[in-house]
């Protein structure tokens, strides 16, 4: 099985910041690598797929990069509501990261 | 709108039995392959079960597989998933989702609000 490895586990930062996480894969794949936003109490909503697509009505701070085994969700300029816990997954056999809290500074 | 409603969830003891149900519209059923993903109190995200668009080829995560089966019935717009053997470590929130394409290698594009299955003596 694909094994996802997501950091960091908590991230710090303020609004209008440019923030970085990093998924790796214990072996190496297609781009066939998601990540998806969920808060508090609600289901988790898809940002991104093929590892660079942005998924329809995503606002464009979300991007998307990597491949091989490294991927990185970018969020530039950080708003209030992207104050959340982020996940990869790769949909091969559908295995996630364990997630990325961001927190305000 | 692409709506996934889930029920069944609730308190059993372990060694119990549960038949988790998600009730689907908005979109046509039987071409998507749909999944359960779970989700333990205040962890993460983990995939249980997908099952293809024809209901032929289900897959188990190994934390489940011989316990839990996914099914669909594409006349009734209905995904499945009977939990049998359960634990304690079975305990969380159970969402159904569905496949972003026609494809079984697919993201998740929506989400049910999710049910709770709670595994406790």
């Known amino acids: 099985d694909i094994q996802m490895t997501q950091s960091p586990s908590t991230l710090s930062a303020s609004v209008g910041d440019r923030v970085n996480i990093t998924c790796r894969a214990s072996?190496?794949?297609?781009?066939?690598l998601a990540w998806y936003q969920q808060k508090p109490g609600k289901a988790p909503k898809l940002l991104i797929y093929?590892?660079?697509t942005l998924q329809s009505g995503v606002p464009p701070r979300f991007s998307g990069s990597g491949s091989v085994t490294e991927f990185t969700l970018t969020i530039s300029n950080l708003q209030p509501d992207d104050f959340a816990t982020y996940y990869c997954q790769q949909y091969l056999t559908w295995t996630f990261g364990q997630g990325t809290k961001v927190d305000i500074k | 709108e692409v709506q996934l409603v889930e029920s069944g969830g609730g308190l059993v003891q372990p060694g119990g039995s549960l038949r988790l149900s998600c009730a689907a519209s908005g979109f046509t059923f039987r071409k998507y392959a749909m999944s359960w993903v779970r989700q333990a109190p205040g962890e993460g995200l983990k995939w249980v079960s997908t099952i293809s668009a024809t209901g032929g080829t289900p897959y188990h995560a190994d934390s489940v597989k011989g316990r839990f089966t996914i099914s669909r019935d594409n006349s009734k717009n209905t995904l499945f998933l009977q939990m049998n053997s359960l634990k304690a470590e079975d305990t969380g929130v159970y969402y159904c989702?569905?496949?972003?394409?026609?494809?079984?290698?697919?993201?998740?594009?929506?989400w049910g609000q999710g049910t709770l299955v709670t595994v406790s003596s």
């Open positions: 989702a569905k496949g972003n394409w026609e494809l079984l290698a697919a993201p998740f594009d929506s």
């Open positions: 093929e590892a660079s």
């Open positions: 072996q190496s794949f297609s781009r066939a």
